[in-house]
């Protein structure tokens, strides 16, 4: 016996589910004001996957699986200059269009300097972070003074540091996380008192899968052996990440 035929009048389309396989990636290049306080600014990727999605962008995959990454978590008090954060989206979107919505999403202070469509299968910026460059404004010994100090770290083999956290202490050896230093002596306009900055340090240093240069690292080395002794008390006034660098960039 043959069935009747299904009665349709009342089914409408069959609408596919939308997909959620990457379909395109966008790398954010961001600009981000030095906060003191935790949770001021979106940290890790769920936080940064919430406030996208809420903007109207199509990310790809589930949640807590990449969709959103931030290559390197921005330290309290440091200011970034040009932060990336990778986006996973699953659908292809014109570049107005994803500049449009991640700018009607961001936070107060949160700017959006640039993106670029990068190929879908690359490793994300974490994966090939390698290096940041970093700024840091210092007032209290003199420029020549500082100048000597960094060229004696230069110099060295290896430079034996600790940072202490909580109640542990990490041994490690800086000197290989140190790409390049320089100090330009900065003239205090006048009238300024005495947190004015008179020296600026630039320096690169490295992101390795076991250790990061920090730039405090850096600053804490030039007052102490081998750097010989300085002729002020270094203050560290500003400290700004100018750049993350990728092996591409590197």
Do not use: C, N
């Amino acid at each position: 016996m043959t069935e009747p035929p299904a009665d349709l009048s009342t089914s409408g389309p069959v609408v596919p589910p939308p997909s959620s396989s990457p379909r395109q990636r966008w790398r954010l290049y961001l600009r981000l004001p030095a906060v003191q306080v935790p949770g001021q600014l979106p940290a890790g990727a769920g936080a940064w996957a919430s406030l996208l999605e809420r903007s109207g962008l199509p990310l790809a995959g589930e949640p807590g699986r990449g969709r959103a990454v931030p290559a390197a978590q921005l330290p309290l008090g440091i200011g970034g200059e040009r932060e990336i954060v990778d986006v996973v989206l699953a659908a292809r979107l014109p570049a107005a269009e994803v500049r449009e919505r991640v700018r009607a999403g961001l936070p107060p202070l949160v700017e959006l300097v640039d993106l670029h469509d990068v190929w879908v299968g690359a490793p994300s910026a974490s994966a090939a972070l390698v290096a940041a460059d970093y700024r840091v404004e210092v007032a209290g010994a003199s420029p020549p003074g500082l100048r000597v100090a960094a060229e004696a770290l230069l110099a060295v083999a290896t430079l034996p540091r600790e940072r202490r956290r909580e109640k542990k202490t990490q041994t490690f050896d800086l000197r290989p996380l140190i790409v390049s230093l320089s100090v330009t002596a900065m003239l205090p306009p006048a009238g300024a008192g005495a947190d004015a900055p008179t020296a600026l340090l630039r320096t690169r240093l490295r992101h390795r899968p076991d250790a990061v240069g920090r730039p405090e690292d850096v600053v804490a080395a030039l007052a102490e052996p081998p750097a010989p002794p300085l002729d002020g008390e270094v203050r560290v006034l500003r400290i700004v990440r100018e750049r993350l660098l990728t092996g591409d960039d590197a």
